[in-house]
Structures are given as C-alpha cells and as structure tokens.
C-alpha cells in the first residue's frame, strides 16, 4: 500500500489553464504538507494544514489553492497557470496530532507530480 | 531565520570507500536535524534524524549523522558506499515553535563502481 499518493504523475497543459492536482495519505497523519522543487532540485514548502486547518502559507500567489476535504487529503488548484509554474510538486504528511507539537515528526513523501506548463 | 547550507553540490566516491555529505545550519534555538534522500523520479525518503541525546545516529541503509552543535553541522556518514547509494541528499532543520521545515539545496552522490 502507498502510504502518501498523488495524482497525476505528470501534468503538461497551456498557459492560462486552470489544473489540480490530488494527494491522499493512509497513515492516519493529521498534517499534511505541499512542497514545489525547481528545476535546480531546490525543494520549498508551499503550505501546510493540520486536520483541515491551514498553519503554513508562504509566499506563494494566490493562483495557488490547497483544498484539505478530509484530514487524509490535501489537494492542489493552480488557477491561471504560468511557465514558472513548471515544476515537481510534492505532497507530504507527519503525525502532527493537533494542538500537539510536531516540530520533531518524520515527514512522508509522496512520489511527486512533474507539472510542464507549456 | 532558519537555514541549511550544504557545500557540495556533487561528492564523488569509490565504491566500497567511506562517504560524507556535509550540512550546516543556522537557526535561532535547539534544531531537529533530518537527512532525506531521492532517488531519480522519486519522492523523498527519510534516512535519520537528531531530536536530542546522543550526538550519532543511525539511519536506513547503514548511514550515520554526527550532530555536532559547536560546529552546528550534521554530516552524513556511511562506512562504505555502494553504487545503489547514488542519488540526491537533502538535510533539513525544524526548530522548537517552528513552523518550517527548511531543506538544504541538495548534494548528488555519485558512487563509482
């Protein structure tokens, strides 16, 4: 069983479209994460929800928005999407146990989604 | 702020010889200390972490990290490296209260038959 899964695997479409992408875990983890690695390999986190709740939102456009339905999902919209956009984006989680600390959990990653904005 | 500097950006190796990828950090308080790896087309993996006590832990696949506070440096080790070890590494560094979980830029292994 994959424990942190994503779909699609890969994403190419033009300019201008709107795209999402999934991401489920079945570890039982209550925070789950986003993360965009560039073409240097440079990994960044985007976001972070724990139990549905957003707690981390850095400095990403507001073309970007994460979507937690449930605290086993974490999903992606990117609106209007751009040629910077073209990247490898990773979806995470770690035991975080709300209102607990987290600061020392392992994270999980999932095997990433190669997004090619044309 | 925190940060993760590692200073190679590619190590080569022998196969069979001892390996070290170097990280540095810099963070305000006591840092969780972390070592990831990713294979080509894969997502990360987790190796090893340093939360607290003894400075040298021990990881999958036989590595080891020195936590070293005075030189804050968490140096990943293995005695001898296989070609199966090529890959990818990234350190990352969380801090007490913290919200991020910063990764390093990465450092490529290559071990040479």
């Known amino acids: 069983d994959t424990a942190v899964s994503q779909t699609p695997k890969y994403l190419v479409t033009q300019m201008g479209n709107d795209k999402s992408i999934k991401c489920e875990q079945n570890l039982g983890h209550d925070t789950m994460y986003w993360y965009k690695q560039d073409s240097k390999k440079f990994l960044k986190i985007m976001f972070s929800?724990?139990?549905?709740?957003?707690?981390i939102n850095e400095t990403v456009p507001n073309r970007f928005s994460p979507k937690s339905p449930d605290k086993a999902h974490l999903n992606l919209h990117i609106n209007s999407l751009e040629l910077g956009d073209s990247a490898v984006y990773f979806c995470?989680?770690?035991?975080?146990?709300?209102?607990?600390?987290?600061?020392?959990?392992?994270?999980?990653f999932g095997p990433g989604t190669r997004l090619t904005v044309l | 702020a925190q940060s993760v500097a590692q200073p190679e950006d590619q190590v080569n190796v022998a196969e069979g010889n001892p390996l070290t990828v170097k990280c540095t950090y810099s963070v305000s308080g006591n840092p969780y200390l972390f070592w990831y790896v990713q294979y080509p087309n894969r997502g990360l993996q987790f190796l090893l972490k340093y939360i607290t006590g003894d400075n040298l832990v021990k990881g999958s696949y036989g590595f080891e990290a020195e936590f070293n506070k005075s030189q804050t440096s968490f140096h990943l080790k293995k005695p001898s490296a296989l070609v199966s070890d090529s890959a990818l590494y990234f350190c990352?560094?969380?801090?007490?209260?913290?919200?991020?979980?910063?990764f390093g830029p990465g450092t490529r292994l290559s071990v040479l038959p």
């Open positions: 995470a989680s770690s035991q975080g146990k709300t209102g607990g600390r987290s600061e020392t959990d392992t994270q999980y």
């Open positions: 990352a560094v969380r801090v007490l209260y913290g919200q991020n979980f910063v």
């Open positions: 929800y724990n139990n549905k709740e957003l707690i």
